[in-house]
């Protein structure tokens, strides 16, 4: 079981730019979530996709957006860039509502 | 508003010492808290979850208890080894499916 990847694994973009992170589900998982991490913090939840939708939704504007596949994988698209933007993005995934999620290891995006 | 606060936000300690790491949070009505550990620069790993029904979990030199009512959980470790080094992370989750984090606890153990 390869478990939840993440790629990139590192990106470097400039302001204004657009992004695309991808991740892959751990096997059996059709649940996929997404969060921002900034240096010294927690995780914050950006949105979760359940049978290709968005289910809900974190406090993050509208140039956050993503999209889940119909083999459970998703992706998740930043577009014009701010330099605040930088961060680690973490995919976690679990199997429809169950209790335990599983976290990829991250995409650090880096915005010059 | 759900808020999770961890206590203390940096410990260094010795080979062999056993310790204790703390989390509170703010709205007793969660579904399950979950402990992380981060190792610098990467991803999360699941160390402990523990459902709202239960009230300690273990798992090797590891063991989690939660206490809904007065809105906290521990994390014991013992027997900490160079290796236990990292952050680490306690998250709730409400009925929302999504996870609430602190700021996580930065653990050193020298030998």
């Known amino acids: 079981d390869a478990g939840v990847t993440q790629s990139p694994t590192h990106l470097i973009k400039t302001r204004g730019q657009q992004v695309t992170l991808r991740c892959s589900p751990k096997?059996?998982?059709?649940?996929v979530s997404w969060y921002q991490q900034a240096l010294g913090q927690g995780p914050q939840f950006i949105f979760q996709?359940?049978?290709?939708?968005e289910r809900q939704r974190g406090n993050f504007p509208d140039r956050f957006s993503g999209h889940q596949f119909p083999n459970y994988s998703s992706e998740l698209n930043v577009n014009a860039l701010l330099l605040g933007d930088s961060a680690l993005y973490l995919c976690?995934?679990?199997w429809g509502r169950g209790p335990e999620a599983f976290f990829g290891q991250g995409t650090r995006l880096t915005v010059v | 508003k759900q808020e999770v606060t961890q206590i203390p936000a940096a410990l260094s300690v010795p080979e062999g010492e056993n310790l204790v790491l703390n989390c509170s949070f703010t709205?007793?009505?969660?579904?399950?808290l979950q402990w992380f550990r981060q190792d610098p620069g990467k991803g999360l790993t699941s160390l402990l979850l523990?459902?709202?029904?239960?009230r300690e979990q273990t798992s090797g030199r590891l063991n989690a208890s939660l206490d809904k009512s007065s809105g906290r959980s521990t994390l014991y470790i013992a027997a900490s080894q160079p290796g236990d080094s990292a952050t680490y992370l306690c998250?709730?989750?409400?009925?929302?499916?999504?996870?609430?984090f602190g700021t996580g606890t930065r653990l050193q153990v020298f030998p």
């Open positions: 976690a995934s679990r």
């Open positions: 709205d007793s009505a969660i579904y399950n």
């Open positions: 523990i459902q709202s029904s239960q």
């Open positions: 998250a709730v989750e409400n009925n929302t499916d999504k996870l609430i």
């Open positions: 096997s059996g998982h059709d649940t």
């Open positions: 996709y359940y049978e290709e939708e």
